[in-house]
């Protein structure tokens, strides 16, 4: 069993369409997090998440919007995609918070054309 | 605010090699977490090791060593005898309590080629 898992692992898309990926772990832990890594593998946190609610927003745009259905699942819709948001999103999770082990799901590689 | 600095963006060595990995933080707290992690070809994120500022203890695994160094705020990474499937880009990173609101800040990640 897939400790964290996202789909899609690939997404193409134009520009200015919008496009959602989905994370779950089974892990039983409290936090998740989306993370995005850019081309030159620079790896950077978006958004936090504990028991459901938004912990951490880093001044991501607001055409970014993180969904948690429930403590298992941290999910990422995009509108109006711009060629600057191809990169890859890592979903993780934590059993509590940040100082602890992240178990990062397989990433999603995002290419807007 | 925390910075995390892995000056070497790319180092290559030939097989059964020791390898060095550097890695210099910056924080004004007085607990915190450091942290790498390795990043195979395969782009999945695999955790290595966590440390706190309290332990200043080398720690080895296998071939894989750790210097912890406060004084120097270094955390740097050794591989012993390296092997072609160390190959990968290794990332160096911090944390510190924060009320819940932590975050881990990663360095911007050192590309290691294993040559055969």
């Known amino acids: 069993d897939t400790a964290v898992s996202q789909t899609p692992k690939y997404l193409v898309t134009q520009m200015g369409n919008d496009k959602s990926i989905k994370c779950e772990q089974n892990?039983?832990?409290?936090?998740m997090y989306w993370y995005k890594q850019d081309s030159k593998k620079f790896l950077k946190i978006m958004f936090s998440?504990?028991?459901?609610?938004?912990?951490i927003n880093e001044t991501v745009p607001n055409r970014f919007s993180p969904k948690s259905p429930d403590k298992a699942h941290l999910n990422l819709h995009i509108n109006s995609l711009e060629l600057g948001d191809s990169a890859v999103y890592f979903c993780?999770?934590?059993?509590?918070?940040?100082?602890?082990?992240?178990?990062f799901g397989s990433g999603t590689q995002l290419s807007v054309l | 605010a925390q910075k995390v600095t892995q000056a070497q963006t790319e180092i290559s060595v030939v097989e059964k090699e020791d390898v060095t990995l550097d890695c210099v933080y910056e924080t004004r707290d007085t607990t915190y977490y450091l942290f790498w992690y390795k990043q195979p070809p395969s782009g999945e994120l695999v955790f290595l090791i966590r440390?706190?500022?309290?332990?200043?203890q080398n720690e080895i695994s296998g071939r894989y060593s750790w210097n912890f160094q406060k004084s120097t705020s270094s955390f740097n990474f050794t591989i012993t005898a390296s092997q072609v499937v160390d190959s990968a880009v290794y990332f160096c990173a911090l944390s510190a309590p924060n009320f819940g609101n932590e975050k881990l800040t990663f360095g911007t990640g050192t590309r290691l080629t294993i040559i055969p």
């Open positions: 440390r706190n500022s309290f332990d200043e």
């Open positions: 998440y504990n028991n459901k609610e938004l912990i």
């Open positions: 892990l039983g832990h409290d936090t």
């Open positions: 993780a999770s934590s059993p509590r918070g940040g100082n602890e082990k992240l178990f």
